[in-house]
């Protein structure tokens, strides 16, 4: 691993202010990505700016009834947090399913939200893809597996934030800071589609820039539901997952939200599947009918058309979840 110098601010001023200091810096949460790609020789840092203590740690009421998640909070807490699980069932889930207990002992919401991609080119030296300032994307001709099934490059990475995808459907807010001050941007724009422009980004933090918050609206009377499919019982990321919320009408749906996950470089919404399930109540064939609603338009690479099955039934018992009839 290269050098680099190590600085332990004490709030989010003087981490900006380490940040934008000379040389490369970078911001080191929990660390199990951003050291794990420094010993692979995938990122470089002159300087590594402690943030775990310098951000909020804490879960706190936001105005109008959300919740306000510091982005120093340990995954362990947040999947333990009662108010959480009350109001967002749904981020609970996705917490509590991310890697082992040490895994979330270690990790945050903040490094959580912007771990880099685990494309294994992205995460090999000797392959330098667009991510890395290369000209190409290795996995369209090479093992793509796990890449997305949605979006048409110029990077297939699949976002590899499970927190994300509740995120996105709840309609949360970051509160990002930076050396121009703070700003909100809603959490459906934070997350980018690569583009050959921004194919080295997924999402909008400038340079130098903090997200401190995650702020929560309050949830109203929407149900929630969220199921991740892994490749075998395991700690691994997941091979396709989704979050569900329904606002029911009687017995039928009045408004859905339908967001999926590890399918696309981004949280991937599908209004498709919203509009399939808006006035009908909730069987096993109108969720078998929205779930091949949101992955009518995948467009699978060469080795993982068996995504779209996945997909279809993380997206299919979420929906039965929200809704409260067992699934497997
Ligand atoms: C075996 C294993 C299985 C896992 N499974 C899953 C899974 O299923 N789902 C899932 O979502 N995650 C999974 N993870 C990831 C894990 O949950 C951690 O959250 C993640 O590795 C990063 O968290 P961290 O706090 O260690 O971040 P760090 O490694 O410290 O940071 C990650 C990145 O974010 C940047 N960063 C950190 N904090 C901020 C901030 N406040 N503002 C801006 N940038 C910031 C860092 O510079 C770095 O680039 C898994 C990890 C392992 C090792």
């Known amino acids: 691993m290269k050098p680099f110098a190590y600085v332990n601010p004490a709030n989010e001023k003087d981490a900006v202010a380490a940040l934008t200091s000379n040389g490369k810096s970078l911001p080191l949460a929990g660390g199990q990505d951003l050291l794990a790609r420094m010993k692979d020789y995938v990122t470089e840092a002159d300087r590594i700016v402690n943030v775990k203590t310098a951000l909020d740690g804490t879960v706190s009421a936001a105005p109008g009834g959300g919740l306000k998640i510091g982005a120093a909070v340990k995954m362990v807490d947040l999947a333990a947090h009662a108010d959480v699980a009350r109001l967002y069932p749904a981020i609970s889930a996705a917490a509590i399913e991310v890697g082992t207990p040490q895994i979330r002992n270690q990790g945050t919401v903040g490094g959580n939200l912007n771990q880099r991609p685990r494309c294994w080119y992205f995460r090999n030296e ?8 290369g000209n190409q994307c290795f996995s369209p001709a090479g093992e793509n597996q796990f890449h997305a099934i949605f979006g048409s490059g110029p990077s297939f990475i699949v976002h590899p934030s499970s927190l994300a995808v509740p ?63 892994r490749y075998k019982t395991s700690h691994d990321w997941p091979i396709a997952f989704a979050t569900v919320l329904l606002t029911m009408n009687g017995s039928n749906v ?75």
């Open 167 to 229: 995120m996105v459907a709840y309609g949360a807010s970051f509160r990002l800071f930076g050396p121009n001050g703070e700003r909100i941007v809603q959490a459906a724009d934070y997350f980018t589609m690569p583009t050959l422009q921004n194919v080295e980004r997924e999402n909008v933090l400038a340079p130098n820039e903090l997200l401190t918050h995650a702020i929560l609206p309050a949830p109203g009377s929407v149900k929630s539901g969220h199921y991740e499919v």
């Open 254 to 328: 009045g408004a859905a939200r339908v967001v999926m996950g590890a399918v696309a470089p981004v949280p991937w919404r599908s209004q498709a599947a919203e509009q399939a399930l808006a006035g009908k109540p909730v069987t096993e064939a109108t969720a078998s009918a929205a779930a091949d609603a949101a992955l009518r338009d995948a467009r699978p690479l060469s080795q993982n058309a068996y995504k779209v099955q996945v997909a279809k039934t993380a997206v299919k018992r979420a929906i039965l979840r929200a809704a409260g009839i067992q699934t497997v």
């Open 126 to 133: 000797e392959f330098v893809c667009f991510k890395k300032g």
